[in-house]
């Protein structure tokens, strides 16, 4: 049973940083970063894929870090340079067979955590 739980949202002045984190319960998955706003499609961050390889998305990258550490079962992406349009409810996902990239959707979320950068 894959559980996942975000935290680290808030609400930053732009140019800020924030670092979100993601609990999870299973190693052996690609995990990544997605956003969503309303009436938005869900949008792929970034993404790790189990022996470690990084995806960055486009309209993150250079500003993005994606980390994880196993030991704590913990993802961390840490957002520098915040920008109004990184306005989001920001998502843990987790993928086990499909592949591991931005331009796809995970087969397991959270619940979110809300980012507000104005």
């Known amino acids: 049973h894959v559980q996942l739980v975000e935290s680290g949202g808030g609400s930053v002045q732009p140019g800020g940083s924030l670092r979100l984190s993601c609990a999870f319960s299973?190693?052996?998955?690609?995990m990544g970063w997605f956003r969503q706003s309303p009436g938005k499609e869900r949008e792929g961050l970034a993404t790790?894929?189990?022996?470690?390889?990084?995806i960055i998305g486009d309209s993150v990258k250079g500003r993005v870090t994606l980390s994880k550490d196993k030991t704590r079962k913990m993802l961390y992406l840490q957002m520098n340079g915040l920008k109004v349009g990184d306005t989001s409810m920001y998502y843990c996902?987790?993928?086990?067979?499909?592949?591991?990239?931005?331009?796809?959707?995970?087969?397991?979320y959270g619940r979110g955590t809300q980012v507000t950068v104005s």
């Open positions: 790790m894929s189990n022996d470690g390889r990084v």
């Open positions: 299973l190693n052996k998955y690609c």
């Open positions: 996902g987790a993928e086990q067979f499909g592949g591991c990239s931005t331009e796809k959707g995970f087969g397991y």
